[in-house]
T-cell receptor, first 113, second 114 residues
Framework: NAGVTQTPKFRVLKTGQSMTLLCAQD?????MYWYRQDPGMGLRLIHY???????AKGEVPDGYNVSRLKKQNFLLGLESAAPSQTSVYFC????????????FGQGTRLTVV | GENVEQHPSTLSVQEGDSAVIKCTYS??????FPWYKQELGKRPQLIID?????GEKKDQRIAVTLNKTAKHFSLHITETQPEDSAVYFC?????????????FGKGTHLIIQP
């Protein structure tokens, strides 16, 4: 049982380039989330999804888009990367209710130069 | 939306002593309060959680207390050990209605001095 898996683990982008981060979970969870983690800032919610085909904005959505075409996958896209998007990105999932444990992926370290 | 404040940002304690990390939240509708531990370069992992219908919960050397009236909750670690060194995050969420996800505090770097 792999849990939550993120691809890639590391990436360096040039300003203006685009990329997609993939999150896959094999626990049949309904809810999935993308967070970014910056030093001294904790984890901040970017976008989330409460089920296949649905997405919603979190606290810091600007510059990001997401898609949930399949229940097990949640994609995070950067259309035109900026240095301010240098961060560690974590995907997480929960079974369907918020008051249960959130399982995190191993993180993606993204650097935009 | 919810706002979670966490203190202190860094906490250094002698091995064997106790450590206490405190959090306050703003939304009285929040009803779930987990604590996550993140070791360097690793993913956050749940260590303990508490729901709003409970005032205290304990799991071996770790305990969490919740004061709904004051809107604050605390993590207590007793008999600290070197492997307790990590960053700890508190969080809050509301499970009814919307699904905004967990709101996290900014983290506490716990350092266990030998």
């Amino acid at each position: 049982n792999a849990g939550v898996t993120q691809t890639p683990k590391f990436r360096v982008l040039k300003t203006g380039q685009s990329m997609t981060l993939l999150c896959a979970q094999d626990m049949n969870h309904e809810y999935m989330y993308w967070y970014r983690q910056d030093p001294g800032m904790g984890l901040r919610l970017i976008h989330y999804s409460v089920g296949e085909g649905t997405t919603a904005k979190g606290e810091v959505p600007d510059g990001y888009n997401v898609s949930r075409l399949k229940k097990q996958n949640f994609l995070l896209g950067l259309e035109s990367a900026a240095p301010s998007q240098t961060s560690v990105y974590f995907c997480a999932s929960t079974p369907g209710r918020l008051n249960t444990e959130a399982f995190f992926g191993q993180g993606t370290r993204l650097t935009v130069v | 939306g919810e706002n979670v404040e966490q203190h202190p940002s860094t906490l250094s304690v002698q091995e064997g002593d106790s450590a206490v990390i405190k959090c306050t939240y703003s939304d009285s509708a929040s009803n779930y309060f987990p604590w996550y531990k993140q070791e360097l370069g690793k993913r956050p992992q749940l260590i303990i959680d508490i729901r709003s219908n409970v005032g205290e919960k304990k799991d071996q050397r770790i305990a969490v207390t919740l004061n709904k009236t004051a809107k604050h909750f605390s993590l207590h670690i007793t008999e600290t050990q070197p492997e307790d060194s990590a960053v700890y995050f508190c969080a809050a969420s509301y499970s009814g209605g919307g699904a905004d996800g967990l709101t996290f505090g900014k983290g506490t770097h716990l350092i266990i001095q030998p």
